[in-house]
């Protein structure tokens, strides 16, 4: 199976603090990793693919084959982050399971 | 510009009372998703449809079928639903890629299913 973690549940920073959240993956071969985020009451959404290498929103994700992670940062967060979000294999693939996710809460 | 559009919103439902959830897209994606996402728990897929063809995940319920009849739509059917059915039900759509690279997922915004 394709997995990937996400070891924490719940993540609480300041505003202005850096965020990091973290996702590891579990599977050989060349990783294709997203990042989907879910605001309050609003639809689940891409926010970062690694294959495109580009910041939204601030937030960036670097794959990292030798320790088989794809973790989120940010340097400065801010209240409208808070939401959840999850780390995901490519869709289509053996075994696609989303990761558990991560609450990110920000704190005024 | 709604792209992924699931109806019902909320569908209330009799244990034991087959439900037809429905999906439709403008998207014109050749890959239709179905998600089960409990409360405070990650979406968990049912099953996809690439094109026409039905790809089922291994702990997928005998009580979870779904149909394609065309590229825009895509019906959940939960056969007889019992109180662990009670979820958010969410569709997804992306289009496969044929450079060999995957492309993200489109998603509704869920239809919550109420069981009684």
């Known amino acids: 199976a394709q997995r990937v973690t996400q070891p924490e549940k719940l993540l609480s920073v300041f505003k202005g603090a850096p965020v990091e959240l973290k996702c590891n993956y579990s599977y050989s071969g060349s990783p294709e990793l997203f990042w989907y985020v879910q605001y309050s009451r609003q639809r689940l959404q891409l926010l970062l693919r690694?294959?495109s290498r580009e910041s939204i929103k601030g937030f960036t994700a670097d794959l990292n084959k030798g320790e088989t992670s794809f973790h989120l940062k940010k340097p400065f967060a801010q209240e409208e982050d808070s939401a959840m979000y999850y780390c995901a294999p490519p869709p289509g693939t053996y075994k696609y399971i989303f990761g558990t996710g991560t609450r990110l809460k920000v704190l005024a | 510009d709604a792209m992924v559009i699931q109806n019902p919103r909320y569908q209330v439902t009799q244990f034991g009372k087959p439900v037809t959830l429905s999906c439709s897209q403008t998207?014109?994606?050749?890959?239709m998703y179905w998600y089960q996402q409990k409360s405070s728990q990650a979406p968990k897929l049912l099953f996809h449809y690439y094109d026409k063809d039905f790809n089922n995940e291994a702990d997928t319920p005998d009580n979870f079928q779904s149909r394609r009849p065309n590229t825009s739509f895509c019906f959940l059917d939960i056969r007889s639903p019992g109180l662990g059915d009670a979820a958010m039900y969410l569709c997804a759509t992306s289009r496969e890629g044929t450079s060999g690279s995957y492309n993200e997922q489109f998603f509704g915004p869920g239809t919550r299913l109420t069981v009684l």
């Open positions: 998207l014109n994606h050749n890959v």
């Open positions: 690694h294959i």
